[in-house]
């Protein structure tokens, strides 16, 4: 009987344009992880770190599965599919940070002997799992930015930066001293996937075809479009597209760029397929989304009719 094929899932988040971090804190995250999906992976749009309390279960990254319980880290970058399940619909506590890593090191960082795009090469390179008592200095610096968050006090904000700057400083030492963490399996789920998605991540505002996707694979046009769907359940294009409305939308909310300006930016040549492009997985026309963004205080969400859907 041949191999179930595991299904992925895009699961992105909205970091407002003053923060690098979103804190998801809380009662919400004691519960049974897995009840709900069946051999389902996800990846996200940032870095997600994961503060796991009590509670055991499977953890499952890219092709790797280990057994956890309470008291791990889990630092998990950007694309990468992974999967949390508890065991015999166990009852685990979990809390969630998701960082705009990537922004923060180009943004607020500086470095002497290394460009910002090695520093977030080697952050991006792969995921951990980190014990507790393994690493005290990343577990100290996690939990501040978990507190500052849950209480907000006055100046948290500059607290967080000061604490991200620790941050990548740790992970930049445990990339070059494997031996102090348990560091998952290098290997990727599917390797072309993600070449394609970091290829299209980096060039979404070009004039890119498939085609070119596909031979930075080292692949057949053909070849790539099949792998792609079976392995994401949508295809390139769709992909391609979700992420241009991605960058639309916060355009549209941070610059006051006119509409064929966006459009332009995230890679459409003409407005008429801007517009169609953005009703498709939106639902609304780009002028309807700024009105109803502008309307509830900059919280509007993007609806994509495609397999993708905001984080919970």
């Not at 910002?116 to 930015?145: D, H, M």
């Not at 639902?283 to 900059?298: F, L, S």
């Amino acid at each position: 009987m041949p191999k179930q094929k595991r299904q992925i899932e895009y699961r992105y988040y909205e970091i407002p344009s003053d923060h690098y971090v979103k804190a998801l804190l809380g009662e919400a995250w004691v519960q049974t992880y897995g009840a709900v999906t069946e051999n389902l992976l996800h990846f996200h749009n940032y870095l997600e770190i994961g503060y796991c309390y009590w509670g055991n279960g499977k953890l499952t990254i890219e092709e790797s599965s280990i057994n956890y319980k309470g008291g791990i880290i889990t630092i998990i970058p950007e694309n990468i599919p992974h999967e949390t399940r508890s065991y015999n619909n166990g009852v685990c506590k979990w809390e969630y940070l998701f960082i705009d890593i990537n922004g923060f090191i180009r943004k607020e960082m500086q470095f002497k002997r290394m460009l910002p795009e090695e520093v977030i090469k080697r952050i991006n390179n792969q995921g951990y799992v980190i014990q507790w008592n393994q690493n005290k200095a990343l577990t100290s610096i996690v939990r501040n930015i978990i507190e500052e968050y849950r209480e907000k006090k006055p100046y948290y904000k500059e607290a967080v930066k000061g604490y991200l700057r620790a941050l990548v400083a740790e992970l930049l030492r445990i990339n070059e001293d494997m031996d102090t963490s348990l560091t998952l399996d290098e290997k990727r789920l599917n390797s072309y996937i993600e070449k394609s998605v970091t290829y299209i991540g980096d060039h979404f505002a070009d004039d890119i075809k498939m085609s070119d996707v596909a031979a930075e694979c080292g692949l057949s046009e053909s070849h790539f479009r099949r792998i792609f769907e079976e392995t994401m359940s949508m295809k390139p294009l769709d992909y391609l597209n979700m992420i241009r409305i991605d960058k639309a939308c916060e355009l549209i909310q941070n610059k006051d760029y006119a509409m064929e300006e966006v459009g332009f930016r995230v890679g459409y040549q003409t407005p008429s397929t801007f517009n169609r492009n953005f009703k498709k997985l939106t639902g609304k026309t780009p002028y309807q989304w700024k009105k109803e963004e502008n309307t509830i205080g900059g919280q509007a969400k993007k609806n994509y009719k495609i397999s993708a859907k905001p984080g919970w």
